[in-house]
Nanobody, 116 residues
């Protein structure tokens, strides 16, 4: 019943910005969910980029902390990732993820490509 659908990926040049969205369905209790953004670059493991808790507190990877902002709109049951100052090393498929409650869920991902 739970479904996560990402959007907002695309192609940008170095220094550009993108805003990713993840719309949750089957999410009557969305405001209580702990939500994440992950990314996976070609040939690399999937890695956690940012997390937002049910109380609104956030956590980031060190390299994302100054450039990325995770947020949520509980009324719209939507998760966001604002990405600024993008660099080629940010190129990856970005995934929306529900961490809590169990079981977890993944979106299908949205491609972000940053050219040098």
């Amino acid at each position: 019943q739970v479904q996560l659908v990402e959007s907002g990926g695309g192609f940008v040049h170095s220094g550009g910005s993108l805003r990713l969205s993840c719309v949750a369905s089957g999410a009557a209790a969305f405001s209580t969910w702990v939500m994440d953004w992950y990314r996976q670059a070609p040939g690399k493991q999937r890695e956690l980029v940012a997390r937002i808790f049910d109380d609104g507190q956030t956590a980031y990877r060190d390299l994302a902390k100054d450039r990325f902002t995770i947020s949520r709109d509980n009324a719209k049951k939507t998760l966001f990732l604002q990405m600024n100052s993008l660099q080629p090393e940010d190129t990856a498929v970005y995934y929306c993820h529900r961490d809590r409650p169990i079981p977890t869920y993944w979106g299908q991902g949205t491609q972000v490509t940053v050219s040098s």
